[in-house]
Structure formats: C-alpha cells, structure tokens
C-alpha cells in the first residue's frame, strides 16, 4: 500500500501562490533571456556609436572649427589695422607686429571657405 503525503495547508497556499503568478514570472524569465541574448550586440552597437563620429557630428565640427578660424582672421585684421596706423606714424616694432599678422592672415585665409554671394 502506498501512503502519500497530505500537503499541509501553507504548502497549498504556497503552490497556489506560485501557480497563479507563474504566468506573470514567464514573461519577467522571457525578458531576463532576451536581455542576456541581446546584450553583447547592444554592447557592440554602443562601442561603435562612442568610436565613430556620424556626418551630422562631422558637420558640426567643421563648421565650429571654420568659425574659429574666421574670429582668429577677425581679431588679426583688426591688429593689422591697429599695427599699420601706428608703423605710419613711425613705430618699428608695431611695423613688425603688423608684419607679423599679415603673414599669419595670409597662412589661414586658405583654410577659410569662400562665400559666394548672399542673397538678400
């Protein structure tokens, strides 16, 4: 004859507990799994957006590094033409400052895109 055990009352509570909540931990066990699945790529995708730089990045680099340009050739024209009025009035070293801003002027203005004319 066989004897099986009665399950005590806390043990069917815990099995129905368990029972009624086992289609809510499937869906936590399903997205846990698809989690660790997805992970390395994920990973992966986000190592190479931090290590290249899209177009739109690109665009604004170029264009932050053209308007520093364009302030530097700003600021040297205006020396150059502080420098110049004062080597007319005879001052050696402001004919040298000048000189010197001249020649940097004409080192950047390559690098300084041409616009071509605005409309208006």
């Known amino acids: 004859m066989?004897?099986?055990p009665?399950?005590?009352?806390?043990r069917l509570v815990a099995l129905s507990a368990l029972l009624a909540l086992s289609p809510l931990l499937g869906g936590c066990l399903a997205?846990?799994?698809?989690?660790?699945?997805t992970a390395p790529v994920r990973i992966?995708?986000?190592?190479?957006?931090?290590?290249?730089?899209?177009q739109s990045e690109?665009?604004?680099?170029?264009?932050?590094?053209?308007?520093?340009r364009e302030e530097r050739l700003g600021e040297l024209e205006r020396d150059y033409q502080r420098?110049?009025?004062r080597c007319s009035d005879g001052n050696q070293?402001?004919?040298?400052?000048?000189?010197?801003?001249?020649a940097e002027m004409d080192r950047i203005m390559p690098t300084v895109p041409v616009e071509?004319?605005?409309?208006?």
Request: charged content about 30%; overall charge positive.
């Open 58 to 68: 690109a665009d604004e680099n170029r264009g932050r590094e053209i308007r520093r």
């Open 2 to 4: 066989i004897v099986t």
């Open 116 to 120: 071509t004319g605005t409309r208006r």
């Open 31 to 37: 997205k846990a799994a698809y989690n660790v699945a």
């Open 44 to 54: 992966a995708s986000r190592g190479v957006d931090l290590a290249t730089t899209s």
């Open 83 to 85: 420098q110049s009025a």
């Open 6 to 10: 009665v399950p005590s009352r806390a």
């Open 93 to 102: 070293d402001a004919c040298r400052q000048a000189e010197a801003a001249r």
